[in-house]
């Protein structure tokens, strides 16, 4: 499975992001997906992730209410919007995909993911 995540930039704070991540290799319509960001000098850290039926999606304390994580099985692709963006937010944003479906409660952790696309940048200013 390849996965290349896309929609970074720059943006304002107080704007919005869409980020999307395409699959491409294999279907993973049957696998948790799950997106992470890493800033600069800080460790991997867990935003949303979606099982494979995209109900009980699960996010970061941060992202809760103004993230959403979604996806469509049937184009292999899975989205992040993200609005009321804050410069805390700022890092490269990264897909990734299970091997199989996660429970929530390990949803979280990245170890979990076998498969990762190669980032997108995300920058917020000031």
């Known amino acids: 499975v390849q996965l290349q995540a896309s929609g970074g930039g720059l943006v304002q704070a107080g704007g919005s992001l869409r980020l999307s991540c395409a699959a491409s290799g294999r279907t993973f319509s049957r696998n948790t997906v799950g997106w992470f960001r890493q800033a600069p000098g800080n460790e991997r850290q867990f935003v949303a992730s979606s099982p494979w039926h995209g109900g009980h999606t699960f996010y970061a304390n941060f992202a809760e209410g103004r993230f959403t994580i979604s996806r469509d099985n049937a184009d292999n692709t899975v989205t992040l919007q993200m609005n009321s963006l804050e410069p805390e937010d700022t890092g490269v944003y990264y897909c990734?995909?299970?091997?199989?479906?996660?429970?929530?409660?390990?949803?979280?952790?990245?170890?979990?993911?076998?498969?990762w696309g190669r980032g997108t940048q995300v920058t917020v200013s000031s």
């Open positions: 990734a995909a299970a091997k199989g479906n996660l429970a929530t409660i390990i949803a979280r952790d990245a170890r979990q993911y076998s498969y």
